[in-house]
């Protein structure tokens, strides 16, 4: 479990493949009509090995501690900390991926 220095450390963070499977980083936080075939491919192989994640059904407050149920059913708990690094954290990867979406659309 991450300490709770650790949950709030506010580093923006790069969107990078690779680096703890032992393969070669790359940036893929750009519109998709500026990935190189090798990054397309890297994106092709990360959405295979994800699991698609649809709106919570809830998400409450317990004994210190957050919970999520997932849209399949599946309950996730956390710290405060670490839910708040995790709300920040997909903030900003969505709002850099309506970006590149955006960027892509006036390219197109």
């Known amino acids: 479990m991450p300490s709770v220095a650790s949950a709030l450390d506010t580093r923006p963070l790069?969107?990078?493949?690779?680096d703890?499977?032992?393969?070669?980083i790359m940036n893929l936080?750009?519109?998709?009509?500026?990935?190189?075939d090798a990054e397309r491919l890297q994106v092709a192989q990360n959405l295979?090995?994800?699991v698609h994640y649809d709106a919570p059904r809830r998400v409450w407050v317990e004994d210190g501690h957050?919970?999520?149920?997932?849209?399949?059913g599946?309950?996730?708990?956390?710290?405060?900390?670490?839910?708040i690094k995790l709300?920040?954290?997909l903030s900003e990867a969505g709002a850099s991926s309506l970006i590149n979406q955006v960027?892509?659309?006036s390219q197109s």
Do not use: W, Y
């Open 14 to 18: 790069r969107m990078q493949s690779g």
């Open 29 to 36: 936080d750009k519109p998709k009509n500026m990935l190189t």
């Open 87 to 89: 709300g920040r954290l």
């Open 48 to 50: 295979e090995q994800s």
């Open 66 to 72: 957050v919970f999520v149920e997932g849209h399949n």
């Open 20 to 24: 703890r499977r032992g393969r070669a």
């Open 74 to 83: 599946e309950i996730v708990s956390m710290l405060p900390a670490v839910a």
């Open 103 to 105: 960027m892509q659309e």
